[in-house]
């Protein structure tokens, strides 16, 4: 088993930045991959960013410039760095990792951006 906890969710103005913390533990070498998803009311969930145990990133194309993953293997931890925030980035985001055969979640965080 793998536990993901998120973290640094929050309120923040319309062009504010914040970083999101993923803390990983549990079965942490069956993790392949790990991305960001978030999910707005009435919306399906969308991926955000993703990055692989080798360091490759990839991003959708709506987030793309603004958002940034990055990893610290040190602290098993995964960021998103997020600037330029608007108020359509209003979301549950949310932690997965990526097993070769099971996925995880975490309980996601809540970002609210206001205009």
């Known amino acids: 088993q793998v536990q993901l906890v998120e973290s640094g969710g929050g309120l923040v103005q319309a062009g504010g930045s914040l970083r999101l913390s993923c803390a990983a533990s549990?079965?942490?070498?069956?993790?392949?991959?790990m991305g960001w998803y978030r999910q707005a009311p009435g919306k399906q969930r969308e991926m955000l960013a993703l990055?692989?145990?080798?360091?490759?990133?990839n991003y959708a194309a709506s987030v793309k410039g603004r958002f940034t993953i990055s990893r610290d293997n040190a602290k098993n931890t995964v960021y998103l760095q997020m600037i330029s925030l608007k108020p359509e980035d209003t979301a549950v985001y949310y932690c997965?990792?990526?097993?070769?055969?099971?996925?995880?979640w975490g309980q996601g965080t809540q970002v609210t951006v206001s205009s």
């Open positions: 997965k990792g990526m097993g070769s055969r099971v996925d995880y």
């Open positions: 549990g079965r942490i070498f069956s993790i392949n991959a």
């Open positions: 990055i692989t145990s080798g360091g490759t990133t």
